[in-house]
């Protein structure tokens, strides 16, 4: 079985400032993971993805997260967050060599204050 | 088109009666899935067709819910006899290859949100 957890339904910080959302996952093998952005009303957009390489992966808008094996996190972060950055945000993770399907976390709320 | 389409947007319907979604995936995409979310969740996965062909349906929470993809392009998700722990949203992703061996991200639409009344 595939889980993932996002501890914080909330996250605030203030613009300029550092983020990170978190994400642990849980599977029986090496996973692939993920993260999506969603806006109000909106479908989710694909930000990153981990698949195998380097532990840090970058991707749109100027986000990265690092895979983390032994703590098998998978954290989302941006240096600088910009106003714009708020949204809803989702991590996922799919063990490849059993399951077909995203299993999501119940996502992250981030609100970047002016 | 450039992106996966769903329609309609929003869905209003009565307790009992049925109801369609459709899915018009990214051209070419072999893979395409069906997932719901439900308000302040994150999607749960409903099922998956890889071409014209449905692989998995484990996550379809009652024979009420039914999909299809008959020609593996555009495909419809109907759920009889609406009740109203079925209002939610009503996801569609599609990624390129068989999913099996991808590692590519899936493509999403916008939702049909559905209220039962």
């Known amino acids: 079985a595939q889980s993932v957890a996002q501890p914080e339904d909330q996250v605030n910080v203030a613009e300029g400032n550092p983020l990170t959302v978190k994400c642990t996952y849980s599977?029986?093998?090496?996973?692939?993971l993920f993260w999506y952005v969603q806006y109000p009303n909106r479908g989710l957009q694909f930000l990153l993805k981990?698949?195998?390489?380097?532990?840090l992966v970058k991707g749109s808008y100027g986000f990265e997260a690092e895979f983390n094996k032994s703590q098998t996190s998978f954290h989302l972060k941006k240096p600088s967050a910009l106003v714009s950055d708020s949204a809803l945000y989702f991590c996922?993770?799919?063990?490849?060599?059993?399951?077909?399907?995203?299993?999501f976390g119940s996502g992250t709320q981030l609100t970047v204050l002016p | 088109g450039a992106g996966v389409s769903q329609s309609p947007r929003y869905k209003v319907a009565k307790r009992g009666q049925d109801v369609a979604l459709r899915c018009d995936p990214i051209s070419g995409h072999v893979s395409l899935f069906w997932y719901q979310q439900a308000l302040g969740q994150g999607p749960e996965f409903l099922t998956y067709f890889q071409n014209e062909a449905q692989l998995d349906k484990s996550g379809l929470p009652s024979d009420r819910f039914f999909a299809e993809r008959p020609e593996g392009s555009v495909s419809t998700l109907k759920i009889q006899r609406t009740q109203q722990e079925d209002s939610a949203v009503y996801l569609c992703?599609?990624?390129?290859?068989?999913?099996?061996?991808?590692?590519?991200?899936?493509?999403f639409g916008d939702g049909t949100r559905l209220s039962i009344l």
């Open positions: 981990y698949i195998t390489g380097d532990n």
């Open positions: 599977v029986s093998g090496n996973p692939y």
């Open positions: 996922a993770v799919r063990d490849p060599g059993s399951a077909r399907q995203l299993t």
């Open positions: 992703a599609s990624s390129p290859l068989n999913e099996q061996f991808s590692n590519q991200p899936q493509h």
